[in-house]
């Protein structure tokens, strides 16, 4: 793996370094952790990387790493940068033979999003998203579960996504979170809908198995002198007719990092905290059981995807490593020309596509005072 962003003062550069290499699965051998070269330098030093594979830019760094020995060069890049720094190390990686693994949104637009996978569908290159929530167990039991009808007929989702670490102006106390994520220019057109809203989204559509088809949305930005929403609510149709909720915000005070999912079907229904990952609610009017990772006879996905024997907790980087570790394997079976196991999935370009898209239409919805609901058009 080489690495473009994720320096010494980033925070969730490490993270991916840390799942990444959970499984020994994947090598860190290179990268250009920062725009400044003297950042990137100390951050290289400091993860023992050799010097001549810290590079000073990421153009620099896929043309060198392109030069050196297929047995020796990096095989794909993860991209921890900010949004508007997505697309152009991905199309020019893609477009010189290397596989890619990018944090969400995908790109700073949905143009750019399709044009990303035009040029993945060209190339045949292995492209992730870590839309890390999806690698969680529970998670996948969760749509196990439905696909296998245990549900019945899905009618209803609730997703929420409450956070309350911008509850102030943090921007401008130096925070570089807050001061990127605030910022139209680097982090595109929305705010808190764009960086934990498509979470919110993406999790919705992969436990369900249905596509989002229209939605009513109403985005706000509380914090005075603030250019992007921090607060969204946004009512979902799907396109096989269940109903959905979902809000998000930042400015949730005193909110850490709750993500959660309700799930109702004709049968039963699901719930799955983000905070308590290891447990999975299953309700029906006659009962509610707790459904919990190595307990009982639960699904093979699920079971691909748990390391530790039951009531050991696994938790935030594990979900990350599963994605690292899946995205892995389909880069070997590429390179053996083989393909792909799909019990060891992850979020790939079109998921990023999907995300871009909703962006846009939560966007759209809110400023139309007219229309109550407006089409999601991909």
Same mark, same amino acid.
């Given at each position: 793996m080489g690495?473009i962003?994720?320096?010494?003062?980033?925070?969730?550069?490490?993270?991916?370094?840390?799942?990444a290499?959970?499984?020994?699965?994947?090598? =860190?051998?290179?990268?250009?952790?920062?725009?400044?070269?003297?950042?990137?330098?100390?951050?290289?030093?400091? =993860?023992?990387?050799?010097?001549?594979? !810290?590079?000073?830019?990421?153009?620099e &760094?896929?043309?060198?790493?392109k030069?050196?020995p297929?047995? !020796? %060069? &990096?095989?794909?890049?993860?991209?921890?940068?900010?949004?508007?720094?997505?697309?152009p190390?991905?199309?020019?990686?893609?477009?010189?033979?290397?596989?890619? /693994?990018?944090d969400?949104p995908m @790109?700073?637009?949905?143009?750019?999003?399709?044009d990303?996978?035009?040029?993945v569908?060209?190339?045949?290159l292995?492209?992730?998203?870590?839309?890390?929530?999806?690698?969680y167990?529970m998670?996948?039991?969760?749509?196990?579960?439905?696909?296998?009808?245990?549900?019945?007929?899905? %009618?209803?989702?609730?997703?929420?996504?409450?956070q309350?670490?911008?509850?102030k102006?943090e921007?401008?106390?130096?925070?570089?979170?807050?001061?990127w994520?605030?910022?139209?220019?680097?982090?595109?057109?929305?705010?808190?809908?764009?960086?934990?809203?498509?979470?919110a989204?993406?999790?919705?559509?992969?436990? /369900?198995?249905?596509?989002i088809?229209?939605?009513?949305?109403d985005?706000?930005? $509380?914090?005075?002198?603030?250019? =992007?929403?921090?607060?969204?609510?946004?009512?979902?149709? $799907?396109?096989?007719?269940?109903k959905?909720?979902?809000?998000?915000?930042?400015?949730?005070?005193?909110?850490?990092?709750s993500?959660?999912i309700?799930?109702w079907?004709?049968?039963?229904?699901?719930?799955?905290?983000? &905070?308590?990952p290891?447990?999975?609610?299953?309700?029906?009017?006659?009962?509610?059981?707790?459904?919990?990772?190595?307990?009982?006879?639960?699904?093979?996905?699920?079971?691909?995807?748990w390391r530790?024997?039951?009531?050991?907790?696994?938790?935030?980087?594990?979900? $990350?490593?599963?994605?690292?570790?899946?995205?892995?394997?389909?880069?070997?079976?590429? &390179?053996?020309?083989?393909?792909?196991?799909?019990l060891?999935? $992850?979020?790939?370009?079109?998921?990023?596509?999907?995300?871009l898209a909703?962006?846009d239409?939560?966007?759209?919805s809110?400023?139309?005072e007219?229309?109550?609901? @407006?089409?999601?058009?991909q």
């Amino acid at each position: 793996m080489g690495q473009i962003g994720g320096s010494l003062d980033a925070f969730i550069g490490a993270v991916h370094r840390r799942a990444a290499t959970l499984d020994n699965e994947i090598e =860190l051998v290179c990268g250009v952790f920062s725009q400044s070269p003297e950042k990137s330098k100390a951050t290289g030093k400091a =993860l023992y990387l050799p010097d001549d594979r !810290v590079y000073t830019s990421f153009e620099e &760094m896929i043309q060198r790493e392109k030069e050196l020995p297929e047995d !020796v %060069r &990096m095989d794909f890049v993860s991209i921890v940068t900010p949004n508007h720094m997505h697309f152009p190390p991905a199309k020019l990686a893609l477009e010189n033979g290397f596989h890619v /693994i990018c944090d969400k949104p995908m @790109t700073l637009n949905l143009q750019q999003a399709k044009d990303l996978a035009a040029i993945v569908e060209q190339t045949g290159l292995v492209f992730g998203l870590t839309h890390n929530y999806t690698g969680y167990p529970m998670v996948k039991e969760a749509r196990d579960m439905v696909r296998n009808g245990k549900l019945g007929k899905i %009618r209803k989702v609730v997703v929420e996504y409450p956070q309350g670490w911008l509850s102030k102006a943090e921007e401008h106390n130096d925070y570089k979170q807050a001061i990127w994520r605030t910022d139209p220019a680097r982090s595109g057109a929305a705010g808190a809908i764009g960086d934990i809203g498509t979470h919110a989204e993406n999790l919705a559509e992969y436990i /369900i198995g249905m596509h989002i088809s229209e939605l009513c949305a109403d985005l706000t930005h $509380f914090v005075p002198g603030r250019q =992007l929403d921090d607060d969204a609510n946004v009512l979902l149709r $799907f396109d096989a007719g269940a109903k959905g909720v979902l809000q998000v915000s930042q400015v949730a005070n005193g909110e850490e990092n709750s993500l959660k999912i309700y799930v109702w079907g004709e049968l039963g229904g699901l719930e799955w905290h983000q &905070m308590e990952p290891n447990t999975l609610h299953y309700k029906t009017q006659e009962s509610h059981r707790l459904l919990r990772p190595n307990v009982g006879e639960l699904s093979a996905s699920a079971k691909a995807h748990w390391r530790l024997p039951a009531g050991h907790p696994e938790g935030f980087f594990e979900a $990350f490593a599963n994605i690292y570790r899946n995205f892995a394997f389909a880069v070997k079976a590429h &390179m053996a020309g083989k393909p792909a196991d799909p019990l060891y999935d $992850f979020p790939g370009v079109h998921d990023g596509v999907r995300g871009l898209a909703f962006i846009d239409t939560v966007i759209a919805s809110s400023q139309d005072e007219q229309t109550k609901w @407006t089409k999601f058009v991909q």
